[in-house]
């Protein structure tokens, strides 16, 4: 008895639960804060595997240097040495990745609001660096071309979870539709 409160509180003061698929005014998505929770941990599990599994493997043999060949050594990344710009900019994603969604993460953790331009830019830099992970490791364009992927990824992204939702959708008809309808 001494947990209860008397007389209960007037309805005014309970908490309204929200019915599932509304969307506040001011809430990018319709997400709260437990879903981007989710969201982050995902991201940030994926781009630390992502920077501990290259692409291409690793060398299973020492081959010292003789003149004819590269040498490296057992365990050394095969992308490092064969593709080495390539390389780099794939760890560079996979770092920007993993650094922008731990900030994610954090920023939520410490209650900060989920249409915070914080949250909003990690989320967009995070997202689009997993884009441009994929798109490094596969090595079938030129390296300026997938950082521009990568640059129009993040603007698009930014652009969505930025403005509001009945300018979200022109922007979508704009790019996505016939321009007839």
Same mark, same amino acid.
């Not at 291409?56 to 060949?69: E, I, N, R």
């Not at 040498?71 to 794939?90: L, N, S, T």
């Given at each position: 008895m001494s947990g209860q409160v008397y007389p209960p509180p007037p309805a005014a003061m309970a908490p309204q639960p929200q019915p599932h698929g509304q969307v506040a005014a001011n809430n990018w998505a319709g997400n709260d804060a437990n879903t981007l929770l989710v969201v982050a941990t995902l991201i940030t599990t994926l781009t630390y595997q992502l920077?501990?599994? $290259?692409?291409?493997?690793?060398? &299973?043999?020492?081959?010292? @240097?003789?003149?004819?060949?590269?040498? =490296?050594?057992?365990?050394?990344?095969?992308?490092?040495?064969? =593709?080495? &710009?390539?390389?780099? $900019?794939?760890? @560079? @994603?996979?770092?920007?990745?993993?650094? @922008?969604s731990m900030m994610m993460t954090l920023s939520l953790l410490v209650r900060l609001p989920v249409d915070s331009r914080q949250v909003r830019w990690s989320f967009a830099v995070a997202y689009s660096s997993l884009v441009l992970t994929f798109i490094v490791s596969q090595a079938k364009t030129h390296i300026s071309i997938d950082i521009a992927i990568w640059l129009v990824t993040v603007v698009f992204l930014w652009l969505m979870i930025s403005v509001r939702p009945e300018h979200r959708a022109r922007i979508l008809r704009f790019f996505c539709c016939n321009r007839e309808n």
């Open positions: 920077g501990c599994s $290259v692409p291409g493997g690793y060398w &299973q043999d020492t081959l010292p @240097a003789d003149g004819k060949q590269k040498p =490296h050594e057992a365990g050394d990344p095969i992308m490092r040495d064969k =593709h080495p &710009q390539r390389y780099w $900019v794939f760890m @560079a @994603a996979s770092w920007m990745g993993f650094l @922008a």
